[in-house]
């Protein structure tokens, strides 16, 4: 019995972002909005891949330029993120690049720190007031998901995966201003 041609094909390269799920390639985007929900780094990773390992990538792809003369910003104030990122090393890296962490901790993290007593440590900060602006990052993708032009899928590199959403972000910025605006 001859094996199918599916199964025996190479591994893709480093710097293409195809995984391979149940439904054929895919690829995922991972972004870093600002306030106004406007991207300020796409990244695209394979499909199957879990959120959390390009946490630390994001911020350190982050290039801010200034409108005067100086360097360009790379650390964001406050990063807002839900409770995948939850994660200690996420947290510490964060910490010591000086970025303040919007992050709820979830909720078997909370229970092991219980468990074990006054050497389980305090809980994390949180703020709760901080963390209802997250809403801005769901907006932002849903309207790089509206933009039908880009089928997320349909390219091999990084480059061209990446270029299709950030046209969009920039032709789509006047409807995040009014989205940010009636809110």
Request: charged share 25%; hydrophobic share 30%; aromatic share 4%.
């Amino acid at each position: 019995m001859e094996t199918p041609l599916y199964k025996n094909q190479p591994p893709e390269p480093v710097d293409h972002a195809i995984g391979r799920s149940r439904g054929g390639l895919t690829t995922k985007l991972h972004t870093l909005v600002d306030g106004r929900g406007r991207p300020l780094v796409l990244l695209v990773g394979p499909g199957h891949g879990h959120d959390s390992p390009m946490l630390p990538v994001l911020p350190g792809a982050l290039r801010v330029p200034r409108t005067g003369a100086g360097r360009a910003r790379t650390r964001p104030d406050q990063l807002c993120a839900d409770k995948a990122y939850s994660a200690k090393a996420h947290r510490t890296l964060l910490r010591r690049r000086g970025v303040r962490v919007v992050i709820p901790e979830r909720t078997d993290q909370q229970a092991h720190r219980r468990r074990r007593g006054s050497a389980g440590g305090r809980p994390p900060r949180f703020d709760a007031a901080a963390y209802r602006g997250r809403n801005v990052v769901e907006r932002s993708y849903n309207v790089l998901k509206q933009w039908r032009a880009w089928p997320p899928g349909m390219t091999n590199s990084p480059s061209s995966s990446a270029a299709a959403p950030s046209y969009a972000a920039s032709s789509s910025g006047s409807q995040l201003r009014r989205q940010a605006l009636a809110a």
